[in-house]
Protein backbone atom coordinates (compact mmCIF):
# COMPACT_ATOMS: atom_id res chain seq x y z
CA UNK A 1 0.00 0.00 0.00
CA UNK A 2 1.51 3.43 -1.16
CA UNK A 3 1.89 6.22 1.27
CA UNK A 4 1.34 10.04 -0.38
CA UNK A 5 3.24 12.75 0.49
CA UNK A 6 2.26 16.50 1.46
CA UNK A 7 -1.61 16.24 0.09
CA UNK A 8 -3.19 19.24 0.49
CA UNK A 9 -6.08 18.55 2.11
CA UNK A 10 -7.76 21.97 1.77
CA UNK A 11 -8.15 19.85 -1.65
CA UNK A 12 -10.09 17.06 -0.07
CA UNK A 13 -12.32 18.79 2.75
CA UNK A 14 -15.50 20.64 2.35
CA UNK A 15 -14.40 23.58 4.03
CA UNK A 16 -11.40 23.96 1.33
CA UNK A 17 -9.28 24.96 3.73
CA UNK A 18 -6.30 23.18 5.50
CA UNK A 19 -2.38 22.66 5.24
CA UNK A 20 -0.62 19.40 4.21
CA UNK A 21 -0.68 16.04 5.69
CA UNK A 22 2.67 14.83 5.53
CA UNK A 23 1.31 10.88 4.66
CA UNK A 24 -2.06 10.04 3.33
CA UNK A 25 -3.35 6.87 2.49
CA UNK A 26 -6.16 5.41 0.30
CA UNK A 27 -6.70 1.59 1.05
CA UNK A 28 -9.83 0.02 -1.21
CA UNK A 29 -10.52 -2.97 0.84
CA UNK A 30 -9.89 -4.86 4.41
CA UNK A 31 -6.41 -6.58 3.25
CA UNK A 32 -4.84 -2.79 2.61
CA UNK A 33 -6.04 -1.38 5.80
CA UNK A 34 -5.10 -3.78 7.63
CA UNK A 35 -1.39 -3.58 5.81
CA UNK A 36 -1.63 0.34 6.92
CA UNK A 37 -1.99 -0.74 10.32
CA UNK A 38 0.67 -2.74 10.66
CA UNK A 39 2.76 0.52 8.73
CA UNK A 40 1.41 2.68 11.39
CA UNK A 41 2.15 0.39 14.58
CA UNK A 42 0.86 2.19 17.63
CA UNK A 43 0.90 6.23 15.98
CA UNK A 44 -2.20 8.12 16.04
CA UNK A 45 -4.15 8.21 12.54
CA UNK A 46 -6.97 10.43 11.19
CA UNK A 47 -9.78 9.07 9.08
CA UNK A 48 -10.59 11.80 6.27
CA UNK A 49 -14.46 11.05 4.30
CA UNK A 50 -15.51 13.95 2.37
CA UNK A 51 -14.43 16.19 5.25
CA UNK A 52 -17.66 17.56 5.63
CA UNK A 53 -17.63 18.27 9.70
CA UNK A 54 -13.91 19.18 9.87
CA UNK A 55 -11.41 21.98 10.31
CA UNK A 56 -8.10 21.71 9.43
CA UNK A 57 -5.15 23.80 10.03
CA UNK A 58 -2.65 25.85 8.06
CA UNK A 59 -0.07 23.47 9.67
CA UNK A 60 -1.88 20.74 8.14
CA UNK A 61 -1.16 17.46 9.90
CA UNK A 62 1.77 15.17 11.14
CA UNK A 63 -1.06 12.07 11.82
CA UNK A 64 -1.27 9.84 8.86
CA UNK A 65 -4.55 10.36 7.43
CA UNK A 66 -6.60 7.44 5.45
CA UNK A 67 -9.27 7.73 2.51
CA UNK A 68 -11.22 4.47 2.37
CA UNK A 69 -12.28 3.77 -1.45
CA UNK A 70 -12.70 1.21 -3.38
CA UNK A 71 -14.77 -1.55 -1.69
CA UNK A 72 -15.56 0.31 1.31
CA UNK A 73 -17.79 2.15 -1.30
CA UNK A 74 -19.96 -0.69 -1.88
CA UNK A 75 -24.20 -0.11 -1.43
CA UNK A 76 -26.46 -2.79 -1.81
CA UNK A 77 -30.25 -3.41 -1.96
CA UNK A 78 -31.18 -6.40 0.19
CA UNK A 79 -34.31 -7.88 1.24
CA UNK A 80 -35.38 -5.52 4.77
CA UNK A 81 -32.10 -4.12 4.60
CA UNK A 82 -29.88 -1.87 2.74
CA UNK A 83 -25.85 -2.95 3.11
CA UNK A 84 -23.38 0.08 3.02
CA UNK A 85 -19.33 0.42 2.99
CA UNK A 86 -17.80 3.36 5.03
CA UNK A 87 -17.13 5.21 2.15
CA UNK A 88 -20.73 5.55 0.73
CA UNK A 89 -22.04 9.17 0.52
CA UNK A 90 -25.25 9.35 3.10
CA UNK A 91 -27.38 10.79 0.01
CA UNK A 92 -26.36 7.71 -2.31
CA UNK A 93 -27.79 5.92 1.26
CA UNK A 94 -30.89 8.23 0.93
CA UNK A 95 -31.41 7.14 -2.65
CA UNK A 96 -31.13 4.01 -2.76
CA UNK A 97 -33.83 3.81 -0.02
CA UNK A 98 -35.90 6.12 -1.85
CA UNK A 99 -35.96 4.62 -4.91
CA UNK A 100 -36.37 0.63 -3.05
CA UNK A 101 -39.41 1.71 -1.20
CA UNK A 102 -37.95 2.10 1.98
CA UNK A 103 -39.53 4.15 4.56
CA UNK A 104 -37.53 6.39 7.15
CA UNK A 105 -34.07 7.26 5.46
CA UNK A 106 -35.58 10.61 4.18
CA UNK A 107 -33.35 12.70 6.40
CA UNK A 108 -30.06 11.69 4.84
CA UNK A 109 -31.13 13.52 1.93
CA UNK A 110 -28.69 16.70 1.30
CA UNK A 111 -26.47 15.77 4.20
CA UNK A 112 -22.98 15.73 3.38
CA UNK A 113 -20.59 13.05 4.05
CA UNK A 114 -19.96 9.29 3.99
CA UNK A 115 -21.27 6.43 6.00
CA UNK A 116 -18.16 6.09 8.26
CA UNK A 117 -18.79 9.67 9.11
CA UNK A 118 -22.35 9.47 9.74
CA UNK A 119 -21.86 6.44 12.10
CA UNK A 120 -19.20 8.53 14.25
CA UNK A 121 -21.20 11.55 14.47
CA UNK A 122 -24.85 9.87 14.84
CA UNK A 123 -25.49 11.99 11.69
CA UNK A 124 -29.48 13.07 11.64
CA UNK A 125 -31.41 16.20 12.20
CA UNK A 126 -35.01 16.22 13.77
CA UNK A 127 -34.74 13.56 16.22
CA UNK A 128 -34.35 11.28 13.45
CA UNK A 129 -30.72 9.32 13.84
CA UNK A 130 -28.83 7.13 11.53
CA UNK A 131 -28.07 4.70 14.26
CA UNK A 132 -31.76 4.14 14.90
CA UNK A 133 -32.00 2.06 11.25
CA UNK A 134 -28.39 0.06 12.50
CA UNK A 135 -28.89 -3.55 12.35
CA UNK A 136 -25.02 -3.86 12.58
CA UNK A 137 -21.70 -1.62 11.87
CA UNK A 138 -18.47 -3.50 10.98
CA UNK A 139 -15.16 -1.74 12.51
CA UNK A 140 -11.83 -2.47 12.44
CA UNK A 141 -9.69 -2.09 15.36
CA UNK A 142 -5.80 -0.99 15.17
CA UNK A 143 -5.16 -4.72 16.08
CA UNK A 144 -6.49 -5.11 12.53
CA UNK A 145 -9.52 -7.17 14.10
CA UNK A 146 -13.06 -7.22 12.41
CA UNK A 147 -15.49 -6.33 15.13
CA UNK A 148 -19.25 -6.04 14.35
CA UNK A 149 -20.94 -3.95 16.77
CA UNK A 150 -25.23 -3.70 17.52
CA UNK A 151 -26.19 -0.21 18.81
CA UNK A 152 -26.55 -1.40 22.18
CA UNK A 153 -23.07 -1.51 22.12
CA UNK A 154 -22.15 1.24 20.61
CA UNK A 155 -24.27 3.29 22.72
CA UNK A 156 -25.02 6.38 20.36
CA UNK A 157 -26.14 9.36 21.53
CA UNK A 158 -26.65 12.99 20.34
CA UNK A 159 -23.31 13.55 18.11
CA UNK A 160 -21.53 10.57 19.48
CA UNK A 161 -21.16 7.55 19.92
CA UNK A 162 -19.28 5.24 22.56
CA UNK A 163 -17.19 3.35 19.82
CA UNK A 164 -12.97 3.99 20.49
CA UNK A 165 -11.90 6.72 17.70
CA UNK A 166 -8.82 4.51 16.67
CA UNK A 167 -11.68 2.00 15.51
CA UNK A 168 -12.20 2.32 11.95
CA UNK A 169 -16.02 2.08 10.65
CA UNK A 170 -15.75 -0.11 7.54
CA UNK A 171 -19.19 -1.39 6.51
CA UNK A 172 -23.17 -1.27 8.24
CA UNK A 173 -26.56 -3.52 7.98
CA UNK A 174 -29.81 -0.85 7.93
CA UNK A 175 -32.70 -2.20 8.89
CA UNK A 176 -35.34 -1.83 6.24
CA UNK A 177 -39.26 -1.78 5.74
CA UNK A 178 -41.22 -1.57 2.54
CA UNK A 179 -43.86 1.54 2.16
CA UNK A 180 -45.81 3.44 -0.55
CA UNK A 181 -43.50 4.14 -3.17
CA UNK A 182 -44.96 7.93 -3.44
CA UNK A 183 -45.41 9.07 -0.13
CA UNK A 184 -41.56 7.98 0.46
CA UNK A 185 -40.63 9.72 -2.90
CA UNK A 186 -42.79 12.88 -1.76
CA UNK A 187 -41.20 12.82 2.09
CA UNK A 188 -37.44 12.69 0.65
CA UNK A 189 -38.73 15.33 -1.67
CA UNK A 190 -40.07 17.97 0.60
CA UNK A 191 -37.78 17.24 3.34
CA UNK A 192 -34.88 18.10 1.01
CA UNK A 193 -36.19 21.19 -0.38
CA UNK A 194 -36.45 22.44 3.18
CA UNK A 195 -33.18 21.82 4.04
CA UNK A 196 -31.11 23.17 0.92
CA UNK A 197 -34.23 25.84 1.36
CA UNK A 198 -33.41 26.65 4.83
CA UNK A 199 -29.36 26.05 4.74
CA UNK A 200 -26.10 26.88 2.90
CA UNK A 201 -25.27 25.12 -0.17
CA UNK A 202 -23.79 27.76 -2.58
CA UNK A 203 -20.76 28.86 -0.21
CA UNK A 204 -18.12 25.94 1.27
CA UNK A 205 -19.42 24.88 4.94
CA UNK A 206 -19.23 22.08 6.96
CA UNK A 207 -22.90 22.27 8.34
CA UNK A 208 -23.89 23.16 11.74
CA UNK A 209 -21.19 24.88 13.91
CA UNK A 210 -22.29 24.38 17.40
CA UNK A 211 -24.42 21.47 19.32
CA UNK A 212 -27.85 22.32 20.50
CA UNK A 213 -27.86 23.13 24.02
CA UNK A 214 -30.46 21.43 26.51
CA UNK A 215 -33.61 22.62 27.33
CA UNK A 216 -34.36 25.22 28.89
CA UNK A 217 -31.44 26.98 26.02
CA UNK A 218 -32.61 27.88 22.94
CA UNK A 219 -31.10 26.39 20.00
CA UNK A 220 -27.66 26.89 18.62
CA UNK A 221 -28.46 29.11 15.52
CA UNK A 222 -30.96 30.75 17.67
CA UNK A 223 -28.26 32.01 20.20
CA UNK A 224 -25.93 32.75 17.63
CA UNK A 225 -28.51 35.13 16.35
CA UNK A 226 -29.63 36.40 19.70
CA UNK A 227 -26.45 37.85 20.17
CA UNK A 228 -25.88 39.54 17.44
CA UNK A 229 -23.32 37.18 15.62
CA UNK A 230 -25.73 36.29 12.26
CA UNK A 231 -23.50 37.73 9.45
CA UNK A 232 -20.42 38.28 11.14
CA UNK A 233 -17.24 38.39 9.54
CA UNK A 234 -13.41 37.55 10.13
CA UNK A 235 -11.50 37.54 6.63
CA UNK A 236 -12.61 35.07 4.47
CA UNK A 237 -14.73 33.77 6.74
CA UNK A 238 -18.72 34.85 7.91
CA UNK A 239 -21.38 33.12 10.06
CA UNK A 240 -24.00 33.06 7.16
CA UNK A 241 -27.22 34.90 7.17
CA UNK A 242 -29.10 32.43 5.78
CA UNK A 243 -28.32 30.09 8.83
CA UNK A 244 -26.53 30.90 11.92
CA UNK A 245 -25.40 28.51 12.80
CA UNK A 246 -23.25 28.29 9.65
CA UNK A 247 -20.08 29.29 8.89
CA UNK A 248 -19.12 29.67 5.13
CA UNK A 249 -15.83 30.40 3.25
CA UNK A 250 -16.16 33.35 1.14
CA UNK A 251 -13.72 32.24 -1.15
CA UNK A 252 -10.34 32.88 0.75
CA UNK A 253 -11.04 31.48 3.91
CA UNK A 254 -8.39 30.84 6.77
CA UNK A 255 -8.76 28.44 9.67
CA UNK A 256 -7.77 31.17 11.83
CA UNK A 257 -11.14 32.89 10.86
CA UNK A 258 -12.94 30.45 11.38
CA UNK A 259 -11.72 30.27 14.82
CA UNK A 260 -12.01 33.94 14.87
CA UNK A 261 -15.63 33.75 14.57
CA UNK A 262 -16.26 31.06 16.91
CA UNK A 263 -14.31 31.63 20.30
CA UNK A 264 -16.47 35.97 19.88
CA UNK A 265 -19.75 33.32 19.46
CA UNK A 266 -18.85 31.69 22.28
CA UNK A 267 -18.06 34.26 24.59
CA UNK A 268 -21.13 36.28 24.01
CA UNK A 269 -23.22 33.39 24.27
CA UNK A 270 -21.62 32.81 27.35
CA UNK A 271 -22.39 36.71 28.66
CA UNK A 272 -25.57 36.33 27.36
CA UNK A 273 -26.84 33.10 28.01
CA UNK A 274 -24.57 31.44 30.94
CA UNK A 275 -23.67 28.65 28.99
CA UNK A 276 -20.67 27.61 27.09
CA UNK A 277 -21.41 26.67 23.63
CA UNK A 278 -19.78 22.94 21.96
CA UNK A 279 -18.78 22.69 19.02
CA UNK A 280 -20.29 20.11 16.75
CA UNK A 281 -17.74 19.98 14.03
CA UNK A 282 -14.22 18.20 14.41
CA UNK A 283 -10.65 20.02 14.58
CA UNK A 284 -7.33 18.75 12.93
CA UNK A 285 -3.62 20.25 13.86
CA UNK A 286 -4.56 23.05 16.13
CA UNK A 287 -2.62 23.99 19.38
CA UNK A 288 -4.60 23.29 22.51
CA UNK A 289 -4.59 26.66 23.29
CA UNK A 290 -6.87 27.76 20.37
CA UNK A 291 -8.68 24.12 20.94
CA UNK A 292 -9.74 25.04 24.40
CA UNK A 293 -11.40 28.57 22.79
CA UNK A 294 -13.59 27.01 21.44
CA UNK A 295 -14.52 23.89 24.20
CA UNK A 296 -13.09 21.19 22.05
CA UNK A 297 -10.70 19.99 24.68
Given at each position: ?????????????????????????????????????????EAPYEVLGTG????????????????????????????GAIRAGAATKLPALAGAARKSARVGFHFLE???????????????????????????VDAVTPSGELVRLTPE?????YR??????NWVFVAARFETKEGDPGAIREAHFNFRERKVNDQVY???????????????????????????MRGARS?????????????????DAMAEDVLDLMIETRKRAHVHFGLWLEPEIR?????ADRLAEVGAV
Open positions: MRWEHDVRLATLARYRIGGPADRLARPQNLDELRDLFGDLGANILISEAGLRAPVLVLGGEFGGLEVEDAVPGTVGGGLRMNAGARNEWLWDRVEWEAQPSRVSVPEDLPSVGSTWKNPESPHPSAWQIVDEVGGGAQIAERHANFIVNLGFWGFE
